[in-house]
């Protein structure tokens, strides 16, 4: 039996050795991070938490503070502009998801490699769009979409367009959406996906290349699979902001003096039922409706792109 070495006894004036478990409430920096964090969890919960519950609670109950169940849902659900509004902004998300991720990851590899040395200049003007507000960047896209005024009114005219009404005919509408959202916000986007690319090892890109492989090879299987988890967070907001749409329907409308319909969208349909129509409950019904579409949606995200797994 191997022999064992007793500790020293603590001598006279000795201070024995601290065994007391590390508790972070303890430590200043922890504490400074609590304090740091508090803001944004008492923001949360006054602008996040507590409107999403009275929302719940509206939507389960009447103007009588009498629970109904699903009442409301199925009441919305049986409107005729119910799945016309949803289909709207499924096919618009579609459209804008697909696009977003093809263009700003294309954007962003060539930024990170042919382009490197006008990446400061070409980010700055892919961030620019951004600056704009929402209402003011549509105003903008209604002038360049009208042939009377646009400077590109030839090209309109050319292509059989001669008046704002024949552009944004509803037909058009989730094309012309994508274009406008992507000119406001892919460009911040390029510019997380170029800090993404930034943080993968040189060594990395360096040994594909002495492998042999190509440009596009690398992207392919060395890039690309490493830019994932900020694929798939981008995906999860981008979904989240496009159901949301409402300023750029409400308007087209206004401007074509109603030729697109008010409720083209979920959020302009709650918007009639709330302020047209003073029926919270309905419209509290319907954005739920949006929320448990967005948390399934991300949910699928996340599980599939391996968001929150560690490499």
Known sequence: MAPTTAAPAAGPGTRPPDTRAYRPDRNPAGRAGYFFVSGYAVLLLAFGVLP??????????????QLVG????TRTFADYRFLEAFGHILLYVAIWLVTLMVLVVTAALMLHGRMRRTSAVLRFLYYLPG???GAASVLLWLILLDPVASPVGPLLMALGWDSLAAVVLPGHLPA??????FWTGAGGWI????GALNNIPAEVIEAARIDGASVLQVALRVQLPMLRKWIAYMLILAFAAGTQLFVEPQLVSTATLGMIPEGWSPNQLTYQ???QAADFHGAAAIAVDLLLLGLASAAAVVFRGGLFERN
């Not at 999403?52 to 503070?65: I, V």
């Open 273 to 275: 039922y709330a302020f």
């Open 191 to 194: 510019i997380v996906m170029y």
């Open 176 to 181: 012309l959406f994508t274009v406008i959202a």
């Open 52 to 65: 999403t519950a009275y929302a719940l609670w509206l939507s389960l109950s009447n103007s009588r503070g």
């Open 131 to 133: 600056a704009l507000a």
């Open 70 to 73: 699903l009442g409301n849902f």
